[in-house]
């Protein structure tokens, strides 16, 4: 799939989408996201002005947060969230960032495992 960013916002809002569709297709019923734009989250909070490249995906995603019994959006910066700090270092032979095949690589499975029991992660240089 062939994104046209045209900037950081509308790529975060863009893994956002299948990141909520992933949670549901794994049976979530109560999700909450964390996102390291405070502009995103304002976008879908409904605040600030979106762009109109932005409008599809927010679409997108009010009507995804419909089918889940409880969501919520919060900012984070991005050194707290180790699971998206490796999702990101992902690389293909392309030099393009890409998620890891399902299931999650034992790697990530263990930073969340580490999440849920609220041990801290500190980023390395």
Request: charged letters at 20%; proline letters at 6%; hydrophobic letters at 40%.
């Amino acid at each position: 799939m062939l994104f046209l960013v045209s900037s950081i916002n509308i790529l975060e809002l863009k893994g956002l989408v299948p990141g909520v569709q992933l949670v549901i297709n794994y049976k979530a019923a109560r999700v909450w996201s964390e996102c390291d734009s405070t502009t995103v989250v304002a976008w879908v909070s409904g605040r600030g002005c979106p762009p109109w490249t932005a409008l599809r995906d927010l679409c997108n995603l009010q009507i995804l947060v419909t089918s889940l019994l409880q969501w919520r959006i919060t900012h984070t910066y991005r050194e707290g969230n180790k699971a998206v700090d490796l999702l990101a270092a992902y690389q293909s032979p392309m030099g393009d960032s890409i998620f890891p095949p399902t299931p999650l690589g034992e790697d990530l499975q263990l930073i969340i495992q580490n999440d849920r029991m609220g041990k801290e992660y500190v980023r390395g240089d």
